[in-house]
């Protein structure tokens, strides 16, 4: 008897440990890539932005009220409802859907909908992107398109950009910026880079000295230690230390590919880069001289926002689009104190390789009940009614033309934009651009009116290097090549505190060198001959 | 009386000393978090408050007591702590006093399922695909139903029960009472102290859960304090670096009015511990005597 229980036991235990597996079929995308096979768009020249700029929907499509169920992958997002905001409001005039919304509170929400089968039937996800685009959980857009909705605006790069291996493309990522939007938005200026703010008055006391290099900024901060003890120099944290540097010392390797292309047009990992390894033994000088304190790479945004805003902090490093608001709140709690964003770029050969093709994607999942509404829906966020009103809000309240011209906040908004949050959250702007593209977005959220802003943000634009397709030499997720991938990338992050906090020159490039060491014994000759297979595949289509 | 030795005053000051310094390092954080939910959010950003609010404000308790989504969340909250903490502990109780009968049938069966169940599970998507298949899911009742059976605790009453002379329930079945009135006109008021600790702990895991409402709940109106909370605390992390530009947008911390974002959660924070703190107290007692009654055997 008590062998039959603790057999049945030991089943039951097997059973428990299965019990949670259940692969889907066809659930890992295949390594290769397949050839491109998309469909022309049915209207002016292709890549064009009139191409991807349709007339409003056509009176034949229904506009008879219909709820979508909708999960928006993301924890931090602003909106968790729909409806009652003049864009919500808007776009349920227009096209006839009320949107029912579920924000998710933790990363692991969305797998197990996937898992369970209990998908809503729209989802707006970036981290699972590669995850939801399957035939057995969504419709494609190649389908949904060609069935009902033929006008649907999209270009051969964006297809090209967001196709799965079987050739379909499932959704259109959010954010890309399309070589011909910019040349249409050609004014408008990338916002989400970092600058470099500092003391306006501390700069005064020091009589204003040369900052045309970091060797003067460097000169700089070591007259603001011997000046002002208790000020910390310069304030960096770990997401911005590598990023600002890096460009200025000509790092040209994508941000999220880890590579850089040669004169050869081939692949090395930006380890290699000469640029690399400077800025590291940059960063390493400035811990080392205390201009940099050494907890920079576990600074908390509390701890980084407290240091700032009690004036304790010379120098930092931000984006630039929180610029306006971080000068106009410092200066309201430090009277007598200012700021000001340093405009040149400090480098003779700065350079940012932006390969981002976008990053959320709107999927129409197999439980919708309506795909053809659906799509339609869609439809009208490509168009130029649809792009203008998610992203610049209602014309005359929430943007007007300049005297120039222009797009631009008007008042009462760009008043209101000091509260940033609230604003969005009382329009509902920039809460429903699914396919939003980021030039336009920035063509009126970025103010005009502080020219240190303009100056800094045209340089910077002068040297990007825009290459998207860099973003698929990544390896694709749930292979093991992504695996290893994600330990260099880990390795980084280890090595980096080892080589920032060195205690001499030696110390340093011991640090360096043992990095390169364990990156190559992980696989990173592996992980580049992959890339370079994929870049090769790719660069045809380019 | 013993005369105190000098070893004795010099061990008695060092006790007081160090646990005057354990007192301070667990007492602090909940004073800091009292002050900074009673200053206002801007002024707090400048860092520099350690032990009094520097601009004493209520502002961030009213954003809160005006804000439906926490009054909601607070309601959900108290509503399941209580439900679910009674319906917790009777049913519990019931189970543990069925099995702490010695003849009754399959008792070993019962206890191998009991402990097989306390080490190992499903996993979370069997159990979301059992509470659908059940209609919880986006109901009240998933807080409640799901946590109705505490393995362990029930392990801890039977022993408990166990050690209860057999001889009042005997003379109460001599005198016509059946199992029910047994459990409940002698297990129960015998059992305070045991039932205490398992309202305690019961209480306070309803309290502090905001796993059912992530999982298990998409209706607003369902989501509990806890979860709101954590909302706060999403809207200033992302596992993606690159969203982290987006994330600093919204973050909060630079908007130009009294109440911030974490202002906020210092007040949600403090409205959320303060039940547990204040009723912990009186609970006390029996926590300590009922984590040791059904562990010693004579």
């Known amino acids: ?542 | 009386m013993l005369k105190r030795t000098l070893e004795d005053k010099f061990v008695d000051t060092f006790n007081y000393i160090f646990l005057t310094l354990i007192l301070i390092v667990t007492v602090y954080p909940f004073w800091y978090v009292l002050i900074l939910s009673f200053n206002e959010g801007k002024d707090a950003a400048l860092g520099g408050i350690f032990l009094i609010p520097r601009k004493f404000t209520f502002e961030n308790y009213k954003v809160f007591f005006t804000e439906p989504k926490w009054v909601g969340g607070l309601k959900n909250t108290v509503l399941r702590t209580v439900i679910g903490t009674a319906l917790s502990t009777g049913f519990t109780a019931m189970v543990a006093y069925g099995l702490s009968h010695r003849y009754i049938m399959f008792r070993k069966t019962y206890f191998n399922l009991l402990i097989f169940s306390m080490y190992f599970g499903g996993g979370l998507i069997p159990f979301y695909v059992l509470l659908r298949g059940l209609g919880l899911l986006n109901s009240f009742w998933v807080y409640v139903i799901p946590n109705m059976f505490k393995p362990f605790m029930a392990l801890v009453m039977i022993s408990f029960i166990r050690e209860i002379p057999y001889s009042l329930e005997e003379s109460a079945r001599i005198d016509g009472a059946n199992d029910f009135t047994i459990f409940a006109r002698i297990i129960v008021p015998v059992s305070k102290p045991i039932l205490a600790t398992m309202a305690l702990f019961g209480s306070v895991a309803h309290w502090n859960d905001w796993y059912s409402s992530v999982y298990f709940v998409t209706r607003k109106n369902l989501k509990v304090l806890a979860f709101f909370m954590r909302e706060v605390i999403n809207q200033s992390l992302t596992s993606d670096p690159t969203q982290e530009q987006l994330v600093a947008t919204y973050q909060g911390v630079y908007d130009n009015i009294a109440v911030t974002t974490r202002s906020m959660q210092m007040a949600t924070i403090f409205i959320a511990v303060a039940p547990i703190l204040l009723v912990y107290p009186f609970l006390q007692k029996y926590f300590i005597k009922g984590m040791t009654l059904g562990a010693v055997k004579e």
């Open chain 1, 1 to 542: 008897m008590k062998k039959l229980v603790v057999f049945l036991l030991v089943c039951c235990m097997t059973m428990a440990v299965f019990a949670g597996c259940s692969a889907k079929p066809g659930d890992q995308p295949s390594d290769n890539p397949s050839e491109t096979q998309g469909t022309e768009s049915p209207q002016g020249t292709e890549g064009t932005p009139e191409a991807a700029e349709a007339p409003t929907p056509t009176p034949e499509w229904s506009k008879e009220p219909i709820t979508f169920s909708i999960f928006i992958d993301h924890p931090w997002y602003l909106m968790d409802s729909f409806g009652g905001r003049p864009v919500d409001d808007l776009i349920i005039e227009k096209t006839g859907v009320t949107l029912d919304v579920t924000r998710s509170a933790d990363d692991g929400q969305l797998p197990v909908l996937i898992a369970s089968g209990d998908l809503h039937e729209l989802v707006y996800t970036a981290n699972k992107f590669e995850s939801m685009a399957h035939a057995e959980l969504c419709y494609s857009y190649d389908e949904l398109i060609e069935k009902y909705c033929p006008e649907f605006p999209v270009t051969q790069l964006e297809k090209d950009i967001n196709k799965s291996p079987d050739g379909k493309f499932y959704a259109i990522r959010n954010g890309y910026t399309p070589p011909e939007w910019k040349e249409k938005y050609s004014y408008a200026l990338k916002s989400k880079v970092r600058s470099l703010i500092m003391r306006k008055d501390i700069m005064e006391e020091l009589g204003n000295p040369p900052l045309n290099d970091l060797e003067d900024l460097y000169n700089i901060l070591v007259m603001v230690r011997d000046r002002y003890p208790d000020m910390v120099p310069l304030l960096l944290d770990r997401y911005n230390l590598f990023v600002f540097f890096g460009v200025r010392f000509g790092v040209n390797s994508g941000y999220y590919c880890n590579a850089y292309l040669d004169e050869n047009n081939t692949l090395i990992s930006e380890f290699y880069h000469p640029g690399y390894k400077k800025t590291y033994a940059y960063l390493n000088r400035l811990v080392r001289e205390k201009l940099v304190p050494k907890e920079a790479l576990i600074t908390s945004n509390e701890q980084f926002h407290q240091l700032v805003m009690n004036g304790r902090a010379f120098a930092f490093i931000r984006n630039t689009e929180t610029y306006p608001q971080t000068k106009l709140t410092f200066e309201e709690l430090n009277p007598g104190k200012s700021l000001m964003l340093v405009t040149d770029l400090l480098s003779e050969n700065p350079v940012w390789v932006w390969d981002q093709a976008g990053y959320s994607g709107m999927f129409v999942t197999k439980e919708c009940k309506d795909p053809a509404r659906a799509i339609q829906f869609l439809y009208w966020f490509r168009t130029e009614e649809g792009r203008i009103a998610t992203d610049w809000g209602i014309e005359g309240v929430h943007w007007e033309y300049g005297e120039d011209g222009l797009p631009r906040r008007t008042i009462e908004a760009s008043e209101k934009m000091q509260t940033i949050n609230q604003f969005f959250k009382e329009t509902g702007i920039e809460q429903w651009n699914f396919f939003s593209i980021d030039v336009m977005r920035d063509a009126v959220n970025v103010s005009r009116d502080d020219p240190d802003v303009v100056e800094y943000l045209t340089r910077y634009d002068r040297i990007v290097k825009d290459i998207p397709t860099l973003f698929f030499t990544r390896p694709d997720s749930g292979t093991d090549e992504r695996a290893v991938f994600q330990e260099l990338n880990q390795l980084a992050g280890k090595y980096e505190s080892k080589m920032i906090n060195s205690a001499s020159d030696e110390e340093f490039e011991k640090n360096f060198n043992d990095m390169l060491a364990e990156a190559e014994k992980i696989g990173l000759k592996k992980i580049l001959e992959f890339q370079n297979e994929r870049w090769k595949q790719i660069n045809g289509t380019n």
